[in-house]
């Protein structure tokens, strides 16, 4: 997982280089190109962990309501 979330943040950095065209890109240092991928990154991870818990009390619900069917049969 780790090694996807590097990449994809160094995916959408590189994107951005892009977008802001090389004239904009060669104002901004490579640590300050490091620093928005690491935000990028943590953004992502944060995603992904509320997504994971959303995804973990969805499964917990379906288990009890189907523990509780099964107990009113």
Sequence with gaps: MTNSLT???KDV???FKTVIGPE???QI???Q?????LMVRSAIAEE???VTEEF???VKEIRR???KRQLEL
């Design 56 to 58: 973990d009390d969805t």
């Design 24 to 26: 904009v890109s060669h």
């Design 48 to 50: 992904l962990e509320q």
């Design 65 to 67: 309501q189907i523990e």
């Design 13 to 15: 950095v590189d994107h």
């Design 29 to 31: 240092s490579d640590s």
């Design 33 to 37: 190109f490091e620093e928005l991928e």
């Design 7 to 9: 990449q994809h943040s």
